[in-house]
């Protein structure tokens, strides 16, 4: 039994990266199930939101295959609600997660300074926010994104993990288009 039952992360992953990855690993070593929501999940073709839904949930499917198998992560999409980093928001994020999960015991997050204001405080005193650094892994989507612009490979695949090398020509020509 683990310290909590269910745990959220949220991410918009646009490109699913080993930052990332360490989040979920850290929810997933404290929490029986995790939901992971891919936000901004009805934006896509944007400089800021270049990869569907589609393709960032095969992303990150690939990797925890055998977590989903055995309904220990859950993924699911997160439409922009439009309210910015307000209560409203925060709020609708956590009556979505609670559809699918029941109660949510906790939300893992790396070290987002605005995160805690996002939610009501009833909702503050219902759940536990884990903070997990990334120092170790100072990367972020942004910066992958143009290695693959620059088609620098052999970078972006130190930041990615080797189940999902083989998306990089299809990604780069999603960041070409745009």
């Not at 310290?3 to 699913?16: A, C, E, H, N, P």
């Not at 992971?36 to 990869?51: A, L, M, Q, Y």
């Not at 928001?89 to 893992?108: N, P, Q, S």
Request: with cysteine; proline share 1%.
């Amino acid at each position: 039994m683990k310290k909590y039952k269910t745990g959220l992360v949220l991410g918009r992953f646009q490109t699913f990266h080993k930052g990332h990855e360490y989040i979920i690993n850290k929810a997933l070593e404290i929490c029986d199930k995790v939901l992971v929501f891919i936000g901004s999940s009805d934006k896509f073709g944007t400089i800021e939101n270049p990869f569907s839904y589609e393709l960032r949930k095969k992303l990150i499917k690939k990797v925890y295959e055998n977590e989903i198998v055995e309904n220990k992560l859950v993924i699911s999409p997160l439409a922009d609600l439009g309210a910015g980093n307000v209560t409203k928001w925060g709020d609708y994020l956590f009556c979505e997660a609670e559809k699918i999960l029941g109660k949510v015991d906790c939300i893992v997050y790396g070290k987002e300074s605005k995160c805690k204001s996002w939610f009501s405080e009833k909702i503050k005193k219902s759940v536990n926010f884990i903070v997990i650094s990334r120092d170790d892994i100072k990367i972020n989507a942004s910066t992958l994104r143009n290695y693959m612009k620059e088609n620098d490979f052999e970078r972006w695949r130190k930041f990615v993990n080797k189940k999902n090398w083989g998306e990089f020509e299809k990604m780069r020509e999603i960041l070409i288009k745009i």
